[in-house]
């Protein structure tokens, strides 16, 4: 099989496109033929350095998280997948080297998700990390709830910070699906089109509107759910409209490692923040988010494309470097690496 590896941490220089044996799965285990592989920011970092440093735990790893493809073998004991299923794939290389970034991979039988049948491949390439995170993201609220089913967040007001993102695209759609009314800030007009298409309420711009102003006019009690990637940058607009008791569900350090956030104004409202990582969350919480996602997919809820708010971008697995790169470089939509065919 063609297989991307790397063997020291670097740029994307340091990924190689090979020729390796088949995997065998093991206990527990399910090998999946990857038709393909879905690029996110964790990725490009792990391969730089930024979860291993200079010490990889594998001889050689092949780099990506999420992917769509097919059940190919099983391992002994696995129940409920079945050779030909196809299937969506979430932390294939987590404390593993079989990422999706090749022909076929081994990953747990629990990070292989069954895709039903009229949803494509290059949705399922595109849930994994970020509609993960998205679930995870709206379901920190100290009132609840801590799953995502039509109308669980009705008469709730989310603000999703950066909503053409992958990760914000994800949660527009779970917490519209959900019943919730969603805004979103946005930089320009183009991802302002991206975010309504998305399913967004409102969108707000940032740079050339009063951003608190504009929200609080929007939800006068405020907003009980942040969707945060940039806590540094956007600290003083979170406490300026988040409702009492709300959440902000940081999930990521766009802006820099460190952030000053008002106290007087966030205790007044005893407000919560709530950091997240999808590696650390648990087993319970990984699969309560793969089974509502799946459900959510059921009901036509996250579609990718343009027409759906998330352009996709895409390359051949030979080109994984350049898809590492455009991720790296904030490529506008969703960056997928075509593997084999469906």
Known sequence: MRSVVYTTPGASTVLELVERDRPEPGPGEVRVRVVVSGVNPTDWKARAGGTYGDALPFPEITPNQDGAGVVDALGEGVTGLAVGDRVWLYMAAASRPTGTAQEYTVVPAARAVPLPDTTSFDVGASLGVPAM???????????????????????????VAGGAGAVGHAAIQLARWAGATVITTISSDAKAALATAAGAHHTV??????????????APDGV???VEVSIPQNAGLVADVLANHGVVSIYANNGGDDATIPIRPNMSINARYQFLLLYTIGDDALAAAAEDV?????????????????????????????????????????VLIDVSAG
Do not use: Q
């Open 133 to 159: 995170t998205a679930h995870r993201a709206l379901t920190t609220h100290e009132d609840g709830p801590d799953r995502l089913t039509p109308g669980a967040l009705s008469g709730r007001t989310v603000l």
């Open 224 to 226: 009980h759910i942040v």
């Open 294 to 334: 799946t459900a959510a997919l059921h009901d036509g809820v996250l579609p990718v494309g343009e027409a759906a708010g998330l352009p996709l971008v895409r390359f051949a697995l030979e080109d994984t470097a350049a898809a590492h790169d455009a991720v790296e470089g904030d490529a506008v939509g969703k």
């Open 205 to 218: 711009n940032y740079r050339s509107e009063d951003a608190a102003a504009r929200i609080r006019e929007i």
